[in-house]
């Protein structure tokens, strides 16, 4: 009952200044405003991050030749080939799916139409491993590859950049470094990965790449699927005693190959920004208790204002109790309404950084509800003090001032 | 209760009931006595001026009654009530139930409607809204103003306002009044309608007890107590 009256006499103080009261929220507003802004980033981040790594599929290791240094200069040697990936294809029992790739940019022309376009040579298992799909068409067959046939598959954003529908595409040419080739298959969409995009690649078949287009044999890249994200590690081992073998690397020697794990680098990514975003929360909660300095500031001078007030209402009955209570649900209310306010900016602030930044932003009702439970902290708290003052007024004294 | 002996001594039927009360104020090494040793007794629906000149100890009698100040030594019932022993609850609820106060100048609250500052002691009851706007209400009747009930006290005029101030302290029927200079802030005539307003109060039966330096405030008194120098100088009938 009491506290129901409380809070009406709360809004009515605020209410009778209420411009004051606005200012005095405005730190509140602006705290709450970046913590929720700040977190909508990072979880906009972090959720990027995680469709990423469900576009990334199974667990796939990379295999790439290693830079070797000479007279403390790195040079790029191509160590891996063929018959490497034939060797982890039958010797590494953990590896389910080899693919070799060779990728260059290459200038593709297609009417009068001119792009410079990767082009990966690659074997029929590429889609399986990597996840993609054909929209039109079909893949690259066993037969194409061993025939070097001059075909190729579209990745799904070329049909719009040559401005053709991609169903006729199949069946038409295109020139690749002035080869002629028979467009066989268009992909479907597969969205970043967050290092490149995918979907402005093309593919053709991997001896076609070697022998009638670099004129190289060696391979640059040798993804390897790995059957059971539980056996990772011992597949990455596998395939080092394997490549060690083929390319008879005595030991203790360095390997001339490298083995990444994508998957394990979004996750460290995923980390880092998960970090990042705490940090930036904690800025931001920075200045949430900055704002309630001033709410107490404030509430301070209210006290002041109001001792005589406070003096009439002691005198009416008024005890300890109640004045403290009046001054700590004011001062609560002014930070829930800051908070209410700033999760408003908050929601806007994220919504317009998403819209004209490009940035993908979340608000989600934990980091709400956090940052409006923090405000009320921070009212509480911070509205200790002066209410402490207040209730402990003497009221004769009170009753004097003017 | 652990002052049952010493309440049995005190007057039942009195009101208040001072004995022996010392009202000390320590100012670093030297000390003054508002009051030395004062001994008074108010019996219900007595009707009671208290004069002095400024500085004879008025005020720092009238805050002790009224409970807001403890005495240094002596002892105050209340109702038989011993007052000197209260915590700040109590006395806060003593202030709250048998106490109204009146004061020079109304010290009304500003942005609340006439009704609404009568309520404010009710809310400090515990009354619920329903219970506390009939008794505001029938408290606004009393002293004349039920046309003015939802008036800011900036609306008011100064008599107006200081009737707002008597239905607040008579709004918890408490067992005295007190008035603390209430025609001080006021012209003659409006001062006048204050007095009658208290007169007539006193004829329902309240008790009253009003603080002035004016003898022809006092004179609406039926009984005049004189303080000087923190003692009681003369208590006659008048």
Not at chain 1, 208 to 232: H, L, P, W
Not at chain 2, 80 to 104: C, H, K, P, T
Request: proline share 3%; charged share 20%; aromatic share 6%.
């Amino acid at each position: 009952m009491l506290i129901t009256e409380t809070i009406r006499i709360s809004l009515m103080s605020i209410r009778g200044n209420l411009f004051r009261a606005l200012l005095t929220m405005l730190g509140i507003i602006i705290g709450v405003g970046a913590v929720i802004t700040m977190v909508a980033l990072g979880t906009g981040a972090q959720r990027a991050i995680d469709e990423q790594m469900a576009a990334l599929g199974g667990d796939i290791l990379s295999i790439q030749s290693s830079s070797w240094f000479s007279r403390g200069v790195a040079r790029d040697q191509q160590t891996l080939t063929t018959d490497d990936a034939m060797a982890l294809a039958v010797g590494s029992e953990h590896v389910s799916d080899v693919v070799p790739e060779i990728s260059s940019r290459f200038q593709i022309k297609y009417g009068n139409k001119n792009f410079n376009l990767t082009t990966i040579g690659t074997t029929p298992n590429y889609p399986d491993v990597h996840g993609f799909t054909l929209a039109h068409g079909e893949f690259i067959s066993p037969a194409d590859n061993s025939a070097r046939r001059r075909v190729v598959v579209l990745g799904s954003e070329i049909p719009g950049m040559l401005e053709v529908d991609a169903a006729l595409l199949v069946g038409q040419k295109v020139q690749i470094r002035s080869i002629t080739f028979e467009i066989i298959g268009v992909m479907e969409a597969k969205g970043g990965s967050g290092w490149r995009n995918p979907d402005d690649d093309i593919w053709i078949p991997l001896s076609t790449a070697q022998f009638r287009v670099t004129g190289n044999e060696f391979v640059q890249t040798i993804s390897a699927k790995v059957s059971d994200a539980s056996t990772v590690p011992m597949a990455m081992l596998e395939i080092e005693r394997v490549l060690r073998r083929e390319h008879g690397v005595l030991p203790g020697k360095d390997n001339d190959f490298a083995i990444m794990n994508r998957k394990q680098f979004a996750q460290s990514r995923q980390e880092a920004t998960q970090v990042f975003t705490y940090l930036l929360a904690g800025i931001a909660g920075v200045s949430l208790v900055v704002g309630g300095i001033g709410i107490m500031n404030i509430m301070l001078v209210t006290v002041t204002e109001r001792t005589r007030e406070i003096g009439v209402r002691k005198a009416l009955g008024a005890t300890k109790g109640n004045i403290l209570l009046q001054f700590l649900v004011e001062s609560t209310i002014l930070c829930l309404l800051g908070g209410l306010l700033g999760l408003a900016l908050g929601a806007g602030a994220s919504a317009l950084l998403a819209k004209y930044a490009g940035w993908q932003t979340v608000v989600t009702s934990e980091s709400a509800i956090m940052a409006f439970g923090f405000s009320a902290a921070v009212g509480m708290i911070f509205g200790i003090w002066p209410a402490k003052r207040a209730a402990g007024l003497d009221p004769i004294e009170a009753l004097r001032h003017e | 209760m652990k002052t049952a002996a010493l309440d049995a001594q005190a007057n039942t039927s009195a009101v208040i009931r001072l004995q022996g009360l010392q009202r000390r104020y320590v100012m670093g090494a030297e000390f003054i006595d508002a009051l030395r040793a004062v001994d008074l007794t108010v019996e219900a629906n007595e009707y009671l001026a208290i004069m002095g000149q400024s500085g004879s100890g008025k005020s720092t009698l009238m805050n002790i009654i009224g409970c807001l100040d403890r005495p240094t030594a002596g002892e105050y019932w209340l109702n038989q009530q011993r007052v000197s022993e209260m915590n700040d609850r109590e006395l806060a609820r003593a202030r709250n139930q048998a106490i109204g106060f009146v004061f020079q100048t109304f010290n009304l609250l500003p942005r609340m409607t006439a009704l609404a500052n009568v309520e404010v002691p009710l809310i400090y009851s515990g009354l619920n809204r329903k219970d506390r706007y009939v008794r505001a209400k029938s408290a606004l009747e009393t002293v004349g103003l039920a046309d003015r009930m939802m008036h800011r006290p900036s609306e008011l005029s100064g008599g107006q306002r200081q009737r707002v101030a008597v239905a607040r302290a008579l709004v918890t029927n408490p067992s005295i009044l007190l008035a603390d200079e209430p025609t001080g802030n006021l012209d003659s005539s409006t001062g006048n309608e204050i007095m009658k307003l208290f007169d007539s109060l006193h004829e329902q039966g309240n008790t009253l007890i009003v603080v002035t330096h004016e003898q022809h405030i006092a004179d609406h008194a039926e009984r005049i107590v004189r303080l000087s120098d923190g003692d009681i100088l003369s208590d006659q009938k008048s």
